[in-house]
């Protein structure tokens, strides 16, 4: 067997993703059988005796399901930093900083903050999670809400090192904001520092890589741990939070969206959603923005009418800030784990929520996986435990394929509202519903004109 046919009959990550839930799912039920109400059983081997509890439960999955949490919690300021730096780095030209960097960052900001904000409220209405109960090692204590100027001032680091050690993420993105500025004024000496910080950006998106091909064994140990001590009901809590975020999902791209396009630039929103079609499946296909770049520019420049002027610059920039699928799945996890676990969220709380991932989104690379990263983050803000992450990761693959095509979609919605009020918009192009179809057909029988 050669080489490219041993790649081709891999198994793929997504599939072993779900053989190890569904294998830690089985093993935590049938461990839960032999142990029923928290009773330990002994197996008498020849030179020992084997405590599944202490040994197997407590020792083996917990050891592994716990370096995979830690894991996560390693990635998330160096991934939010450096990617965040590298996006502001992006933004060479002061004049387009100033104005349609402004222009798209804001509005890149607001529908992330819309569709967080629209999640956390579907997920309270429904509650997902309500009457599960499930216990966690983590201690959780309330906190007393600090006032608006004290959030404020918090906001700002005096130490930046101290920011990173202590995982304080808002402070790490003021400080990547006001760095990665900096850069992006400071000549050739800036250049040198954006270069090395695109290859360090390729170095730790290798690590999230790595970290997501362990993933099948954290997964599977996770979910063993769990479900020695869960109840059937929580499979169907399950199904409901994999509802509700694909609901929310949906109503963002094909509510919030159009309307936004409406009241900033009044054009057609049906058409905006059929030209938008093939962009949105390639990024399902892909669950990655970043690869589906070239699809989205195609489909903005050509087909929805953006100049290259504006596309070339709005389409990188959203594949790296604007993640509104993944805030959605942030807003709806959060409520599902906190009712899980049986653990209440004030108002505060849920501010911080909306602030932390509508910020953290800018950093938040466009490739499948590092959601959960970011959510890893998210939970540790409100106190909550990250172990509940266990819960959702089996079925997260395909909302990560559904809200990457959310994402890009929210992409070419910017890109064409920042086009239209910078008068860099063919409005012909974007009636005409053949519009950039003619480039897409391609003659491999003739690749030269006579």
């Known amino acids: 067997m050669t080489t490219e046919t041993f790649s081709k009959s891999k198994t793929s990550l997504t599939s072993r993703i779900v053989i190890g839930m569904v294998a830690g799912i089985l093993l935590g039920t049938f461990l839960q059988w032999l142990m029923p109400n928290g009773s330990d059983k002994v197996i008498n081997l020849y030179l020992f005796e084997l405590s599944l509890q202490h040994i197997v439960v407590d020792g083996v999955l917990e050891v592994i399901g716990q370096v995979f949490m830690a ?35 804001a509005l890149y900001l607001a529908t992330t903050a819309i569709a967080i904000s629209l999640a956390i409220f579907i997920a309270l ?13 983590s201690s959780f204590t309330g906190r007393e809400a600090p006032s608006l ?22 402070q790490v993105i003021i400080f990547a904001l006001l ?15 954006a270069l090395l910080f695109e290859d360090l950006s390729i170095v730790i998106m290798r690590l999230v890589t790595i970290l997501m091909n362990l993933a099948p064994y954290g997964v599977f140990a996770l979910l063993a741990t769990l479900f020695t001590t869960v109840s059937i009901e929580t499979f169907g809590n399950l199904i409901v939070y994999f509802l509700v975020v694909f609901f929310v999902l949906l109503l963002h791209a094909i509510i919030t969206y159009p309307v936004l396009l409406k009241i900033f630039t009044g054009l057609n929103p049906v ?40 596309a070339s610059f709005t389409v990188p920039l959203g594949a790296t800030i604007n993640m509104d699928g993944t805030a959605i ?54 106190g909550l435990p990250v172990e509940g992450i266990a819960l959702i990761i089996g079925v997260d693959r395909l909302l990560d394929m559904t809200r990457t095509a959310v994402n890009v979609t929210g992409d070419s919605m910017v890109s ?19 519009a950039g179809h003619a480039i897409e057909e391609i003659d491999f029988h003739h690749l030269k004109d006579d």
């Open 71 to 105: 894991s996560l919690r390693m990635l998330v300021v160096p991934l939010v930093f450096v990617s965040l730096v590298c996006g502001v780095c992006s933004l060479k030209d002061t004049s387009k900083l100033g104005r349609i960097g402004g222009k798209a960052i």
């Open 416 to 434: 064409i509202i920042v086009a239209n009020s910078e008068e860099q918009f063919d409005n012909d192009m974007y009636l005409d519903e053949t």
């Open 271 to 310: 058409i905006f959603l059929k030209k938008m079609r093939d962009a949105a499946i390639f990024a399902f296909s892909t669950a990655s923005s970043n690869a589906t770049i070239p699809v989205t520019l195609e489909t903005a420049t050509k087909k929805m009418g953006v100049k290259n002027s504006i």
């Open 179 to 193: 760095f990665g500025i900096a850069i992006a004024l400071s000549g050739k000496a800036g250049d040198r520092i």
């Open 149 to 170: 100027a004290q959030v404020l001032i918090q906001m700002f680091p005096t130490n930046p090192f101290a920011s990173f050690a202590q995982g304080n993420m808002l």
């Open 329 to 382: 799945m942030q807003g709806v996890a959060t409520v599902f784990i906190a009712q899980v676990f049986s653990q209440d969220l004030t108002l505060a709380d849920y501010l911080t929520v909306i602030l932390t991932a509508t910020l953290a989104s800018i950093g938040t690379a466009g490739v499948p996986g590092v959601g959960l990263i970011m959510l890893a983050m998210v939970l540790d803000q409100v």
């Open 125 to 137: 209405i429904v509650a997902p999670g309500e009457g599960v109960n499930m216990t966690t090692s």
